[in-house]
């Protein structure tokens, strides 16, 4: 069974930054493209970023792109999400998840419905 668990959580202030983490199950980041999602309060989950295995091609949602970047360390078993330049509206409970293959599946960004394994999440609030 693949157990990813998040951390760096946190409250900050507009204009800050932050940065999640991801660990994973010995093993698990040789199999798997990741990605981050998030849920704002009120609003359906969406996709953040993706990341394939080998980090060679990287994809971010239009909200964060320029301001978030993905990276991984498959040795480590550990994804990360670096986050810049934190707005309110970025306040969001954020999931890693992990998606069989080298890729991020085709229907990344619109739903996570390839992605097969999911953390317990991480709040990640932002007051203006």
């Known amino acids: 069974q693949v157990q990813l668990v998040e951390s760096g959580g946190g409250l900050v202030q507009a204009g800050e930054s932050l940065r999640l983490s991801c660990v994973g199950s010995?093993?698990?980041?040789?199999?798997?493209?990741m990605a981050w999602f998030r849920q704002r309060p009120g609003k359906e989950r969406e996709g953040v970023s993706c990341?394939?295995?080998?980090?060679?091609?990287?994809s971010y949602t239009d909200p964060v792109k320029g301001r978030f970047t993905i990276s991984r360390v498959n040795a480590k078993n550990t994804l990360y999400l670096q986050m810049s330049s934190l707005k309110p509206e970025d306040t969001a409970m954020y999931y890693c998840?992990?998606?069989?293959?080298?890729?991020?599946?085709?229907?990344?960004?619109?739903?996570?419905?390839?992605?097969?394994?999911w953390g317990q999440g991480t709040q990640v609030t932002v007051s203006s």
């Open positions: 010995p093993g698990t980041f040789d199999h798997f493209a």
């Open positions: 990341i394939s295995l080998g980090s060679t091609f990287t």
């Open positions: 998840a992990a998606a069989r293959g080298l890729s991020c599946p085709a229907s990344w960004p619109h739903n996570g419905a390839d992605f097969v394994y």
